[in-house]
């Protein structure tokens, strides 16, 4: 298999090749359950080879935002991959269209092996990554005839990345992929976030730990009660109060 390549997007000879990554805008997306409102008029953008961290207490609407984005909860307002508009596609357009999402909780195919897990990941997509997720997740190649449930949490995460990987994505949104893991695969996994960025994806990360959002975050969103808080920069010194506030509030 091909390695990572962190070339520039594009075809190199200028052929009509669409570039690998794209920017993510989100403008005005409002998600409702019924008559709660759990997101209201949020808009941002991640650019290609950047992060953008969205934090906030619990329930503060950060789940509900991806799942808004990535069509898995209904939800109004406009998403665009680049120029191409794609908030009227069904999920699993938009994930053909570009927007990987690992989800909140490590969702793989507990009854598959990890090498059939990544198959469905690259069957889905229709084309093949330009990046080999066995080269940013070394770890996993030992464990590929293993199965996913019998897998600790931690390499069960990494499979959940890989497996957003394998499906060729321009943009990946990850749901607080450090949660519950033990500190040295916190580290582990910011550094997969870190290779994801300069790889040039636009990565939209949701988390709870502020170090890691300062560690990899151009810019962080801070939502309260579904709406944009606050909006700084991910290496503003008043960050950690804001958010105590924030979280208090
Ligand atoms: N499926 C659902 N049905 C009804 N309310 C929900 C549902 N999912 C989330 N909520 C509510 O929406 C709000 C935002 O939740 P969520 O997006 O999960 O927040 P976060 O990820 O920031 O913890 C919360 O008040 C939560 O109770
Ligand atoms: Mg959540």
Redesign the pocket.
């Known amino acids: 298999m091909k390695r990572v390549t962190f070339g520039p997007a594009g075809a190199a000879d200028g052929s009509a090749t669409p570039p690998r990554f794209g920017r993510l805008t989100v403008e005005g997306l409002r998600?409702r359950?019924?008559g709660?409102t759990?997101?209201e008029d949020l808009s941002l953008t991640v650019e290609p080879g950047t992060c953008v961290a969205l934090l906030?207490?619990?329930?503060?609407?950060?789940?509900?935002?991806l799942?808004g984005i990535g069509g898995l909860?209904p939800a109004t307002g406009r998403v665009y991959l680049d120029d191409r508009r794609i908030d009227g596609m069904s999920a699993s357009q938009r994930a053909r269209a570009g927007l990987g999402h690992v989800l909140?909780g490590r969702h793989v195919f507990k009854s598959l092996t990890v090498a059939e897990n990544l198959r469905v990941a690259a069957g889905r997509a229709g084309r093949r990554s330009d990046i080999d997720p066995l080269d940013l997740l070394p770890e996993l190649r030992e464990l590929m005839p293993r199965l996913a449930g019998g897998l600790s949490g931690g390499q069960q995460q990494m499979l959940a990345i890989a497996r957003a990987v394998a499906g060729a994505p321009r943009v990946i949104m990850l749901?607080?992929p450090t949660n519950g893991l033990a500190p040295r695969l916190v580290t582990r996994v910011i550094r997969i976030l870190e290779d994801l960025r300069s790889a040039g994806f636009a990565v939209l990360l949701?988390e709870q730990r502020l170090e890691v959002a300062q560690k990899l975050a151009a810019d962080v969103v801070v939502?309260r009660h579904?709406r944009v808080a606050h909006r700084l920069h991910g290496t503003d010194p008043s960050l950690p109060d804001v958010l105590h506030a924030a979280y208090l509030s």
Not at 57 to 65: E, L, P, V
């Open positions: 998600v359950y019924g709660v759990a997101v906030g207490a619990n329930g503060a609407g950060k789940t509900s935002t799942r909860t909140e749901d607080e949701v939502l579904g």
